[in-house]
């Protein structure tokens, strides 16, 4: 069965610091991860993805993520944070079990707040 | 391209009503699936649709139901509504099974009185 934790439900950073959203999952194949942002009465945004390759992958708003296989990892990162990136940030899974199904399995969210 | 788009935006009903969701993909996108996402629960995958077929279920119970047409539109019925079925409901759709991001849609805010 796959799963994914997000261990913070909140997160503050100061505006110029680096942040961090941790993930950690856990699924019986190979995983596909994404990182997903969710402003207030909003849909979801997709941020970026890892599916294989590099284990540090970059994506939108200047936001990276680093892969660790062996602590089960997705960590969302930002050098610098911008009080505009606060929002509710969203770690999913994708188990691939040969079917081509497209659902995820979400964390239960991070709330991050960036203040000025 | 254009977006995920959902119709209605907000919904009001009363319990034991029922209520119908609609969702249009981003044009050549054939899957779209719906979450249901509440403050207790979180997101929480319902259903998937490919080609007009339900391809994958969550743990909902059939009072929730979907559908997908040739267009790649989608809707999505909740029969019998109960207070708990107040949340947001989200659309998303895909290009490349299995390995794409999904794209959602602005949601559905049902509201059961």
């Known amino acids: 069965a796959q799963s994914v934790a997000q261990p913070e439900d909140q997160v503050n950073v100061a505006e110029g610091n680096p942040l961090t959203v941790k993930c950690t999952y856990s699924v019986s194949g190979n995983p596909y991860l994404f990182w997903y942002v969710q402003y207030p009465n909003r849909g979801l945004q997709f941020l970026l993805k890892y599916i294989t390759g590099d284990n540090l992958v970059k994506g939108s708003y200047g936001f990276e993520a680093e892969f660790n296989k062996s602590q089960t990892s997705f960590h969302l990162k930002k050098p610098s944070a911008l009080v505009s990136d606060s929002a509710l940030y969203f770690c999913?899974?994708?188990?691939?079990?040969?079917?081509?199904?497209?659902?995820?399995?979400f964390g239960t969210g991070t709330r991050l707040t960036v203040i000025p | 391209k254009a977006g995920v788009t959902q119709t209605p935006r907000y919904l009001i009903k009363t319990r034991g009503q029922q209520v119908t969701l609609s969702c249009s993909p981003i044009?050549?996108?054939?899957?779209v699936s719906w979450y249901q996402q509440t403050p207790g629960q979180g997101l929480q995958f319902l259903f998937e649709y490919f080609s007009e077929t339900q391809r994958n279920k969550g743990n909902f119970p059939g009072r929730f139901s979907g559908r997908q047409f040739s267009n790649s539109r989608s809707e999505m019925n909740v029969s019998t509504l109960e207070l708990g079925d107040s949340a947001l409901y989200l659309c998303?759709?895909?290009?490349?099974?299995?390995?794409?991001?999904?794209?959602f849609g602005p949601g559905t805010r049902l509201t059961v009185t």
């Open positions: 999913a899974v994708r188990d691939i079990d040969g079917t081509g199904a497209n659902n995820l399995f």
């Open positions: 998303a759709s895909g290009g490349v099974a299995g390995a794409g991001e999904q794209y």
């Open positions: 044009s050549g996108h054939r899957s």
